[in-house]
């Protein structure tokens, strides 16, 4: 089983839509989560971070329940400029420290006319 | 520089030939992971050094994959004997401080292994 789980779409959604993402991780010991955008043959970028009292981010908006170990990302409006893959995130400090993130494999959102 | 430069950003190898890949991290930073992300799934992780030193490469699949960062700058990821399972975008990240979670990414370089 994979650390971080996601449900790997594609989601076809009309523009203007509202679309939600989840995933889970199984580590118990991770210590800061976040949710990057990938777009097609790019580098990923930091979207957003992940707080248990949930936060925004103009029409993104993200929570965590670390009870249940699960992550979601909520995206309102979706423009046609949204389409990429969003991948959850998980971190732990290394010994010594550094900053692993432990990724899942991706959600793929498709926003179309 | 401005961003994480890594080079070659493509590359076709040979089944059992050598490669080198090169991450130029920003100036100063001193955190650089390498990540394996193969074709439709997310990044894996692979090392990590911290200035010159490397602190965890618990992530690399082989003995075939070795990673050095000497003068705790640029680094090199090197693949020997490369396989077809290899194939995938080699993925360099830096940040700042220790504990920093301002990662950024460079473009990657794409291993063909035919």
């Known amino acids: 089983r994979k650390e971080v789980e996601q449900d790997p779409g594609p989601f076809n959604v009309p523009e203007g839509a509202t679309v939600a993402f989840n995933c889970t991780y199984s580590?118990?010991?991770?210590?800061?989560f976040f949710w990057y955008r990938q777009d097609c043959r790019k580098e990923p970028k930091l979207l957003m971070s992940v707080y248990s009292s949930g936060n925004e981010d103009g029409r993104f908006t993200a929570q965590l329940n670390r009870a249940s170990q699960y992550i979601s990302l909520l995206i309102r409006d979706s423009k046609l400029s949204d389409s990429a893959t969003y991948l959850c995130?998980?971190?732990?400090?290394?010994?010594?420290?550094?900053?692993?993130?432990?990724f899942g494999t991706g959600t793929q959102l498709k926003v179309e006319l | 520089g401005a961003g994480v430069s890594q080079s070659p950003r493509y590359k076709v190898a040979k089944r059992g030939q050598d490669v080198a890949l090169r991450c130029d991290p920003i100036s100063g930073h001193v955190s650089l992971f390498w990540y394996q992300q193969a074709l439709g799934q997310g990044p894996e992780f692979l090392t990590y050094f911290q200035n010159e030193a490397q602190l965890d490469k618990s992530g690399l699949p082989s003995d075939r994959f070795f990673a050095e960062r000497p003068e705790g700058s640029v680094s090199t990821l090197k693949i020997q004997r490369t396989q077809q399972e290899d194939s995938a975008v080699y993925l360099c990240a830096s940040s700042l401080e220790r504990f920093d979670y301002g990662y950024t990414f460079g473009s990657g370089t794409r291993l063909t292994v035919v």
């Open positions: 995130v998980v971190s732990r400090i290394l010994t010594g420290g550094g900053n692993k993130l432990t």
């Open positions: 580590n118990s010991a991770s210590q800061s």
